[in-house]
C-alpha cells in the first residue's frame, strides 16, 4: 500500500510504531520495521547519549529497513542532554525522529541538514498547523482515545482527523485507538495517511516487557482506562490498577491543593517495575482505550500481515460493494 507516509520513510505499510518508555527498545523497533513499518526505538528510556548510540547500533544488527528515534520534551528538574542525544540521532544516520511534547523547533535545523525526516506527535489541529509551520515534515494526530497525554482538549478521532485534513497541507497520520485493519481504514478515510500504533504493539511476541503486562492488556477493556492528573493539566490515560486508584483518591480528597509531589509515588520510577518486573499494579503507566479490541499475542509479523490483509479486503470488497450500480 503506497501513501504518502511510505514514501516519505520508505517503508512498505504505513504503519508507526509510537515511542513508548521502556517498550521501544531495539527487538520491537527492528521487529516493526521488518515487518514493513517504521520501528522506533525511545530516546529519553535510555537517558543518555552513549546508552542511545548503543541501542540503535543494536537496532541496525537487527534491521537493515529503516526506523527512527523518538524525542519528547517535556519540563523536568533535571533535563536529559538533549544536545548530546540529538548528535547521537544525526551521527548515527537513522531516517526519522519522532518528536512529542513540546516545540522541537530548536533542533529541526541539524535534523534538515541530516535528511532526517521528522514526524510531531500533536493532540490538536492548532499545534498540528504549528508543526507544519516550523518546518515538521509531518504529524501524528493523537485523538482524545490514545494511551499517554492526549491534551487537554478531549476531541476523538472521529472529529480531529477530518478537521486535520481539512487544514494541513503536510501528510499526518492517525493517532490513539488503533489496532487493525479497520483502524487504518478508517484513518484513511479520514484523511489520514496512515497511523501509528503504541498500545497495541506492546501485545506482540518481541515487545521487551514482561508477560504481565502483555496479560493485562489482553484481559483489558476499553472501559479499564482512566485520566490522570488533569487538575494539574498534564493529563495522562493510564491502565486502571491499584496504583492508580491511590492516585486518583489522592486527587479527589486533595482537589485543588494537589501537587505533583503528591503522587510521585504512584509515577515516579514506575515503568522499571512495571515493564521489566512485571508489577503491573506498581502506579500509572500508559494504556490506551485500544485495550478493547487487543485480544491476543501475535509477532509483530502475524499482526502486521493481518492488519494489512484486512484492510485491503475491507476497500477491496466490502467498501466496493457499497458502491451504487
Known amino acids: 500500500m503506497k501513501t504518502a507516509i511510505t514514501e516519505m520513510f520508505g517503508i512498505e505499510h504505513p504503519i508507526i510504531q509510537g515511542g513508548m518508555h521502556f517498550v521501544g527498545l531495539a527487538e520491537l523497533a527492528s521487529a516493526v520495521s521488518n515487518a514493513g513499518g517504521l520501528g522506533i526505538i525511545t530516546g529519553l528510556t535510555q537517558g543518555t547519549p552513549e546508552k542511545l548510540a548503543n541501542e540503535i547500533a543494536r537496532c541496525r544488527e537487527m534491521t537493515d529497513k529503516p526506523f527512527g528515534v523518538n524525542m519528547t520534551f517535556l519540563p523536568s528538574v533535571r533535563p536529559p542532554d538533549y ?68 491534551g487537554e482538549d478531549d476531541v476523538t478521532n472521529f472529529i480531529l482527523l477530518p478537521r486535520a485534513a481539512e487544514e494541513l497541507e503536510i501528510p499526518f497520520v492517525s493517532s490513539g485507538g488503533m489496532a487493525n485493519g479497520r483502524s487504518l481504514v478508517a484513518s484513511l478515510a479520514m484523511g489520514a495517511d ?55 483518591q489522592k486527587e479527589q480528597d486533595l482537589g485543588t491543593d494537589l501537587k505533583f509531589e503528591d503522587i510521585l509515588p504512584e509515577v515516579a520510577g514506575i515503568y522499571p517495575r512495571v515493564m521489566q518486573e512485571g508489577d503491573v499494579d506498581a502506579g500509572a503507566w500508559s494504556c490506551g482505550m485500544v485495550a478493547g479490541l487487543i485480544h491476543d499475542v501475535p509477532t509483530v509479523q502475524e499482526l502486521m500481515d493481518r492488519i494489512m490483509s484486512e484492510a485491503e479486503a475491507l476497500i477491496n470488497e466490502r467498501l466496493v460493494g457499497f458502491q451504487s450500480a
Open 83 to 150: 544536545p548530546g542525544l540529538f548528535k547521537v540521532i544525526v551521527e548515527s544516520g537513522v531516517s526519522a525522529v519522532e518528536t512529542a511534547g513540546n516545540n522541537p523547533s530548536e533542533w529541526l535545523p541539524m535534523l534538515k541538514e541530516a535528511g532526517i525526516k521528522v514526524i510531531h506527535k500533536c493532540t490538536s489541529v492548532r499545534h498540528a498547523l504549528k508543526a507544519q509551520r516550523i518546518g515538521c515534515d509531518a504529524v501524528s494526530v493523537d485523538g482524545f482515545e490514545c494511551g499517554g497525554h492526549p
Open 194 to 248: 496512515g497511523m501509528n500504533m503504541g498500545t497495541r504493539f506492546i501485545a506482540t511476541q518481541e515487545a521487551p516487557v514482561h508477560e504481565n503486562v502483555k496479560q493485562a492488556l489482553v484481559e483489558a477493556s476499553e472501559l479499564d482506562t482512566r485520566l490522570i492528573m488533569r487538575g494539574l493539566r498534564n493529563t495522562e490515560r493510564v491502565l486502571n490498577n491499584a496504583g492508580v486508584e491511590r492516585l486518583i
